[in-house]
């Protein structure tokens, strides 16, 4: 497992580099990248080796238009690399990562998964025989350890199921890497969003409804429920059923995404309450980002893993006008794996302030409290 030192790094810069070239070249490659890659590199005459760093990426091959991943097949953008490694290796999933789609349609790509695999040990962020999916959830590990979140709990996940990324997430790296047990309640956010269109009260039932799931099961296995996996909405909602498990139950630990949470409310939940509170940020075509445990200030900073990076533009339209440290702007995200590159995706109006690298997250910058300016017209999700 990675070192839990909030002074030593997670992450080797060189390797990262070199896994970042060999992986463009991957993909650009036209026997082993993506459609997507091969075309859009003819395009701009990019060639193996020009990129050599994250700005190279965004520089040479982004802006990534988001319509790619709704209208397009996830073959578009896999490389052809990922079906050859899926052919001859054991226990290897191509799993379909899917966004929540309730501010527009479903985004949709490849992550390569082995669930079989559990030695996290020796593992290498950087092998290109290490599946993003365990290098999410090796990182996970870290975070719960940093974050004073016990092993082996009792958990009630409250999450987007179905064909969401993170209800499969949940119920295959909970089940075997983090829980003792998991209890689940099903959430359809597309439901919820047609629902809403044609009569707001619609929402509110639907959370009512959940809510209502959700008591019956608490009360029935009350006190076994030790973890909460949940979203910042539902957190708000679910405020009283909180402070019950907490004060006459064994509630040990909350775990969050999603929506934001509030940064008022994290105060409450740790200083109140005293419970390690951690949580995740990002969508399903990158893999989440992680927060730094320091909570300075009850301000909530996000960091990306290793084969993701994150900057700030000023202007959603121009990837160029990065905002320096401090300031504000909109989150554009990038990915290499060898299954997928993305050169830069800009956040649907995700607003955040850019931050410096700090303790183990010290190969990155990260955002600082991301958010929706819903003045701006922008929709937040549902959940």
């Not at 775990?255 to 008022?264: D, I, M, R, Y």
């Amino acid at each position: 497992m990675a070192s839990t030192s909030a002074q030593k790094t997670i992450v080797n810069k060189l390797d990262q580099k070199d896994f970042l070239v060999e992986c463009v070249d991957i993909a650009i490659s036209e026997e082993l990248g993506s459609p997507y890659l091969i075309e859009l590199s003819k395009e701009r005459n990019v060639k193996k080796g020009d990129i050599q760093s994250w700005q190279d990426l965004a520089t040479h091959l982004g802006p990534t238009p988001p319509d790619i991943f709704r209208e397009k097949s996830v073959n578009y953008t896999t490389t052809k690399w990922a079906h050859e490694y899926y052919a001859k290796t054991p226990g290897c999933e191509l799993q379909v990562a899917e966004t929540g789609g309730t501010t527009g349609p479903p985004k949709k790509n490849i992550l390569l998964a082995n669930t079989t695999r559990q030695d996290f040990k020796e593992m290498d962020y950087f092998d290109m025989n290490t599946d993003t999916f365990n290098v999410l959830v090796k990182m996970c590990l870290s975070q719960f350890e940093d974050f004073g979140i016990p092993l082996h709990l009792t958990y009630l996940a409250t999450v987007p199921t179905g064909p969401h990324t993170i209800g499969k997430w949940t119920i295959k790296s909970f089940e075997r890497d983090f829980a003792k047990s998991l209890f689940m309640i099903d959430m359809d956010p597309r439901w919820v969003k047609k629902a809403a269109m044609i009569d707001p009260k619609m929402m509110g039932m639907y959370l009512a409804h959940m809510q209502e799931q959700t008591e019956a099961l608490v009360k029935q296995e009350f006190p076994f429920i030790e973890g909460l996996f949940t979203t910042g909405v539902l957190i708000e909602k679910s405020f009283p059923m909180i402070q019950a498990l907490r004060g006459k139950g064994n509630l040990k630990a909350i775990v969050h995404g999603g929506t934001p949470l509030n940064n008022e409310t994290l105060k409450v939940l740790k200083e109140d309450m005293g419970l390690p509170v951690c949580g995740f940020y990002g969508q399903s075509l990158f893999g989440t980002a992680f927060e730094s445990p320091d909570h300075e200030g009850f301000n909530i900073d996000y960091y990306p893993h290793p084969r993701m990076n994150m900057f700030v533009v000023s202007d959603e339209n121009d990837i160029s006008t990065r905002v320096n440290y401090g300031e504000e702007g909109t989150v554009v995200s990038q990915r290499i794996s060898p299954e997928t590159v993305i050169p830069a995706l800009v956040q649907n109006g995700d607003i955040a302030h850019l931050i410096k690298p700090k303790g183990k997250f010290d190969y990155a910058d990260g955002v600082r409290n991301p958010h929706r300016d819903l003045s701006q017209g922008q929709q937040l999700g549902v959940y």
